[in-house]
């Protein structure tokens, strides 16, 4: 059996899904995980069992798993960060 996982997520895939293949692979009776990582937004002729990704809407909210929610922090100096709130930051806050 072989499960294809697409990722955009390429740090979770190198520092936690690929280190844990092996014991899921021999848990699953062998089954084979091919990862694949890709930043460009899914295809609907994409061909892939699982989508690890963020910032994608989905339709059906059961197609949709919460698997890590994420914190924004700003570190900056003191002196750049003063009198300055995430509207005024150089970034999208709702991103």
């Known amino acids: 059996m072989l499960i294809v996982v697409r990722t955009s997520l390429s740090t979770f895939a190198y520092s936690f899904l690929i280190p844990n293949l092996q014991a899921f692979s021999a848990e699953m009776g062998g089954v084979v995980v091919d990862v694949i990582s ?7 002729s994409d061909n892939f069992d699982i ?4 910032d994608l809407c989905v339709v059906e909210p ?3 798993w919460a698997i890590h929610n994420e914190t924004l922090v700003c570190v ?7 009198r300055k709130t995430l509207a005024t ?7």
């Open 89 to 95: 930051c150089p970034f999208d806050a709702d991103s």
């Open 76 to 82: 900056g100096s003191p002196k750049h960060v003063m």
């Open 51 to 54: 989508l690890l990704t963020r």
């Open 62 to 64: 059961a197609d949709d």
């Open 38 to 44: 890709s930043l460009s937004p899914p295809r609907s």
